[in-house]
């Protein structure tokens, strides 16, 4: 009889103790997987932050404000009458600077600031070109006579529409038309040609 009991409290020590140990060793497990999971939200989160500031230098441009701080250092005194961001394979700001009836049509790189697109075109006003001091068409006639050794004017006008106000003017002699163009501010002959007169 106390051989059974003897039995049955060893058994039920050995049953305590080796659930004690399971309990420690599970827990030490778990406690392992537990850090172990950590170490690696870590590791992912840090990953994670070094892509996105990747992507982040890859994504970076100049801001519109620079932007136009680049578009006014080139046309100083400009009038900005278009302006935008277009996002493209090279993201951009495109527009239009008017200065002195001259329009800029620019576009600048958004991420490296360079104007990698400059063209100018002149944008007539008429109300500017009608007070442009010209010289008489007296003068301009006489300047054409002269670069031709005389004959009979077909055509003549005065052309403001465009950067540089001239006198266009047609002269026959000897069954050769002459074109000839004078800059109308100078006098100066910016545009000769002549060819076999067809009686058109």
Same mark, same amino acid.
Do not use: C, W
């Given at each position: 009889?106390?051989?059974?009991?003897?039995?049955?409290?060893?058994?039920?020590?050995?049953?305590?103790?080796?659930?004690?140990?399971?309990? %420690?060793?599970?827990?030490?497990?778990?406690?392992?997987?537990?850090? *172990?999971?950590?170490?690696?939200?870590?590791?992912?989160?840090?990953?994670?932050?070094?892509?996105?500031?990747?992507?982040?230098?890859?994504?970076? *441009?100049?801001?519109?404000?620079?932007?136009?701080?680049?578009?006014?250092?080139? =046309?100083?005194?400009?009038?900005? =009458?278009?302006?935008?961001?277009?996002?493209?394979? *090279?993201?951009?700001? #495109?527009?239009?600077?008017?200065?002195?009836?001259?329009?800029?049509?620019?576009?600048?790189?958004?991420? *490296?600031?360079?104007?990698?697109?400059?063209?100018?075109?002149?944008?007539?006003?008429?109300?500017?070109?009608?007070?442009?001091? =010209?010289?008489?068409?007296?003068?301009?006639?006489?300047?054409?006579?002269?670069? =031709?050794?005389?004959?009979?004017?077909?055509?003549?006008?005065?052309?403001?529409?465009?950067?540089?106000?001239?006198?266009?003017?047609?002269?026959?002699?000897?069954?050769?038309?002459?074109? %000839?163009?004078?800059?109308?501010?100078?006098?100066?002959?910016?545009?000769? #040609?002549?060819?076999?007169?067809?009686?058109?």
């Amino acid at each position: 009889m106390k051989n059974a009991k003897g039995i049955i409290i060893g058994i039920i020590i050995g049953g305590v103790v080796f659930s004690g140990i399971t309990y %420690i060793l599970t827990r030490n497990h778990d406690k392992k997987l537990l850090m *172990t999971d950590e170490e690696i939200t870590i590791d992912q989160n840090i990953n994670n932050n070094q892509n996105s500031n990747k992507d982040n230098s890859k994504n970076k *441009t100049i801001s519109g404000e620079r932007a136009k701080e680049i578009i006014f250092e080139k =046309v100083p005194n400009g009038n900005l =009458v278009e302006f935008g961001y277009e996002e493209d394979e *090279t993201p951009s700001y #495109d527009g239009k600077i008017l200065k002195e009836n001259i329009e800029y049509e620019f576009s600048i790189d958004a991420k *490296t600031g360079e104007i990698i697109q400059f063209d100018e075109d002149f944008e007539p006003n008429k109300n500017n070109n009608s007070n442009v001091k =010209v010289i008489s068409e007296d003068k301009a006639k006489d300047i054409m006579l002269k670069k =031709v050794g005389g004959g009979k004017f077909l055509e003549f006008k005065l052309d403001k529409e465009n950067k540089i106000p001239k006198y266009e003017g047609s002269l026959l002699k000897d069954n050769i038309e002459y074109d %000839i163009k004078i800059n109308a501010q100078t006098g100066e002959i910016i545009g000769f #040609d002549k060819e076999k007169y067809d009686g058109k």
